[in-house]
C-alpha cells in the first residue's frame, strides 16, 4: 500500500506540479495512522526525494525561471525555518489536537483559495505585469506554512506565479518545483534533528515514488493539468474537513463529558 500511495502522489506531483505536502500529510494521517509531526517530516523528506529526480527534467527543459526562484527564496527559506519551529513548540507543549485542527484549516484554504482561483483564472490575461520582486514577500508565509504542515509550496506557489509573473504554464511548474525542492530540504533538515521519524515508511513511498516521478514526467506533455488540479483540490477539501470534523469531535467529547457530570452533581444534591 506504501509504494502505490508514493507512486500516485509522485505522478500527481510530476503531472500538475502540486501534490507534495499537501497530499502526503493528510493521507498518512487519516489513512495510515501516522502522528501528525511525523507525518509532516516524512512529507517533507518524500518531497525532496521527488522533486530531486523532476527539478533535472525541468532545468533540462529550460523551465526554471532562475531570476524569479531567487525572489521566492527570498521570502521561503526563512518561512519555512519559522513553520519549523512553531511545529516544534507545539509538539513539546502536546497540543496534538490544535495540530490537526491547523492542518485541516490549511487544507480547506488551500483547497478552497485554489477552486476559486482556478474558477476566476478561466477568462484571466495570461500576460500578466512581471511583480516577481513581490514574491519575496508573499512566499514567506508559504514558506512558513511548508514548515509547519509539509503544505503550500506547490499550490500557493503556482497560484502565486501565475499572478505576478507573465511566465508560461510550463515554467510555472518548473520554477515551482524548484522551489518547493529547496524549502523541503530545508525543512526536512530541520524535521530530521526535531521529530522521531518513520525511515522504513519514508522508503517505501520513495520507493513507489520514484516509479511515479519517471512516469509522471514521460506523461507530462500529454495529459491536460487543469481537470487533475480541480479534482485534487476537491478531495483535499474534503479531507480538511475531516481534519476539522475529528478535532472539534476530540474537543467536544471531553467537554460532553465534563458537562453530564456537572449535571448528575446537581441531580444528586
Known sequence: MQYVIGFFIALFIALTGVGAGTVTVPVLILFLGVPAPVAVGIGLMFSTAVKLILVPAQIARRNVAWRTLAYMLGGGVPGVIIGSLFLKHLVNVGSQNLLNAILGAILVTTAGWQLYFSIRNRNADPLNKDRSPLLGWLMLPVGAEVGFSSAGAGALGSAALLSLT????????????????????????????????????????????????ITGTILSTRVPKRPLRFALWIWLLILGGQFLFNSYHVWASPQKAAAAGQAHVAQAK
Request: glycine share 16%.
Open 166 to 213: 507573465p511566465l508560461l504554464p510550463a515554467q510555472v511548474v518548473g520554477t515551482d518545483i524548484a522551489f518547493g525542492f529547496v524549502v523541503s530540504l530545508i525543512g526536512s533538515g530541520a524535521h530530521w534533528f526535531s521529530h522521531a521519524s518513520n525511515t522504513e515508511l519514508l522508503l517505501q513511498l520513495i520507493g513507489g515514488g520514484i516509479a511515479g516521478a
